[in-house]
Structures are given as structure tokens and as C-alpha cells.
């Protein structure tokens, strides 16, 4: 089943296949600065069931928790982060409400709220991780 969506001025867009691997709620200060908010609502689809369609990407690449590369994919134009590529895992973490429908969409866990701002409303009802669950 192919899902779409993109960035909000349409430019950028993207298309994934099958199942997401995960989808989760990130807390961390890099999604923070990114989002605006007090997290990153990311739908993980790996490398092999995601494909750009629309105009090409900016890239910015930052160090992920890891310390592996993480290149966060934005629109020259309207500046929406629509993905993140996870190079240590080859998957892509994609910005959930960039998709064009949402039935597929609910958050499975939240990680790295050791970080969250002490505003946030932490979730309930699903695993909630400090850092990043080892298993
Ligand atoms: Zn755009
Ligand atoms: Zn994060």
C-alpha cells in the first residue's frame, strides 16, 4: 500500500511502501529546536520504502545520539522538515503530520523525555523512555 505526503508549500514531496517500522514521539533537544514544539512526531520507514517524488531537498546534517550521521531533509522554499535519514539504522524518520492521510498514524512509545521541556504534556497509555529503549 504507497502512502504520500510532503512539505507544506507541495514543492517537496515523497512516497512510502508496506508498513511503518515504528512511529514515536521524540523528545530530544535537536527535535525540540526543529519542530518548534516539544517534540517530533516521527513515522520510520526504512531506506528501501521511501522515495522523494517532488523537487529536490535541502540537507542539513547533524550527529544523532549516536554519532552517526542524521540528514534532516527540509524544503528550499517553505522550510518543513519533511524527513530525517537515520543513516545508522537506514530508515527514515518522517514528519507524521506531513502525510496526506492519517490512518495509518499512531504513536507506539516517546523517547528521550529526559530531555523534554518541563512544559510538555508527556503521553500516556504508551511506553515512555528517558533516553532510547535498548531493545
Ligand atoms: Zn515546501
Ligand atoms: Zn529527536
Redesign the pocket.
Known amino acids: 500500500m504507497t502512502k504520500s505526503g510532503g512539505c507544506q508549500c507541495g514543492k517537496v514531496r515523497y512516497e512510502v511502501t508496506g508498513e511503518p517500522m515504528n512511529q514515536m514521539f521524540?523528545?530530544?533537544t535537536?527535535?525540540q529546536q526543529r519542530t518548534g514544539g516539544d517534540k517530533?512526531f516521527g513515522v520510520w520507514y526504512s531506506h528501501d520504502n521511501f522515495k522523494f517524488t517532488g523537487a529536490e531537498t535541502k540537507v542539513f546534517t547533524r550527529k544523532g545520539s549516536s554519532g552517526a550521521d542524521v540528514h534532516n531533509h527540509y524544503c528550499p522554499d517553505c522550510g518543513v522538515t519533511v524527513c530525517a535519514d537515520i543513516t545508522i539504522g537506514k530508515f527514515f524518520t518522517i514528519n507524521g503530520p506531513s502525510f496526506d492521510t492519517d490512518e495509518h498514524l499512531s504513536p507506539k512509545m516517546a523517547?528521550?523525555t529526559a530531555s523534554a521541556p518541563k512544559w510538555a504534556v508527556l503521553p500516556t497509555g504508551i511506553p515512555v523512555f528517558d533516553t532510547f529503549p535498548s531493545s
Open positions: 521524540c523528545y530530544c535537536d527535535c517530533w523517547i528521550f
